[in-house]
């Protein structure tokens, strides 16, 4: 009986979706800082932030591939990241908004490796992760 009930609350737990930890609300206000270069736009077109086109549309980065948003060109490193398994989570959202270049330079072990996202976020990562994660639903 107590094995089951382990089993149980195990299955349970990987049957429930990873919740992003900040604040979703609070991430919508925070994106303002990222609208210049980027928007939040559906694949239907519908506008969820207007923003800039320096880089790539944001909708549903969440647990994609880095590099890979269709019909934007990426620096050769994000590429390279990608092609290594890097994936947008919490964790990879968060210390690649805080740093991009170094950030890399440590993912790819290469200390030459660029980003072409030269902002650092000193706060709220977690929130504007939040917020994308809502927005992507």
Do not use: R
Request: charged share 25%; hydrophobic share 40%; net charge neutral.
């Amino acid at each position: 009986m107590k094995y089951t009930f382990s089993a149980a609350i195990a299955a349970l737990m990987i049957a429930t979706p990873v919740l992003a930890e900040g604040d979703a609300e609070a991430g919508k206000k925070a994106f303002n800082k990222c609208k210049a270069c980027h928007a939040v736009v559906t694949a239907s077109d519908e506008v969820i932030v207007k923003g800039g086109k320096t880089g790539p549309n944001l909708y549903g980065i969440i647990g994609q591939t880095a590099g890979t948003v269709e019909g934007y060109k990426y620096g050769p490193s994000l590429v390279a990241a990608g092609e290594g398994g890097l994936v947008w989570d919490e964790t990879t959202f968060v210390e690649y908004t805080t740093d991009p270049k170094k950030f890399l330079q440590t993912y790819l072990d290469d200390p030459k490796a660029k980003s072409k996202m030269t902002f650092k976020l000193k706060k709220g990562g977690e929130d504007i992760y939040a917020f994308l994660t809502s927005a992507s639903e």
